[in-house]
């Protein structure tokens, strides 16, 4: 992905950015590390008003932990909502499970 910024940014701007990295992929991707990486480069991506579905699905970490790197990293986009999972896929844990927040640009 990270290779790839240069094209996206040619392709943009965009008015909804997904992003769902792995958690951890040997090699390629630590959450923990690489995460805030993404979430700087937003805001240039987005056109105005652009929203962001930010999503993680580390058991490990809390939904606060993408809200807190969101505003150090890419304070131009303020949280929206945290979206609810599908009734198809219940979580005993909400936190525990996967966690899908909606930012918006400006």
């Not at 959450?31 to 480069?41: A, G, K, M």
């Not at 991506?45 to 930010?54: D, K, N, S, T, Y």
């Not at 909400?94 to 899908?100: H, M, R």
Request: glycine share 8%; aromatic share 8%; proline share 11%.
């Amino acid at each position: 992905m990270f290779r790839s910024w240069g094209k996206l940014s040619r392709l943009g701007p965009y008015g909804l950015i997904i992003i769902d990295p792995p958690s951890f992929q040997k090699g390629s991707f630590v959450l923990t590390q690489d995460y805030e990486r993404i979430l700087r480069r937003l805001p240039a991506l987005l056109a105005p008003h652009g929203r962001v579905l930010a999503c993680m699905n580390d058991p490990a970490l809390p939904s606060q932990y993408l809200i807190e790197r969101m505003a150090e990293q890419a304070p131009a986009l303020r949280l929206i909502e945290r979206l609810d999972n599908p009734p198809e896929f219940p979580d005993s844990e909400p936190e525990g499970g996967l966690k899908v927040l909606s930012f918006q640009l400006g």
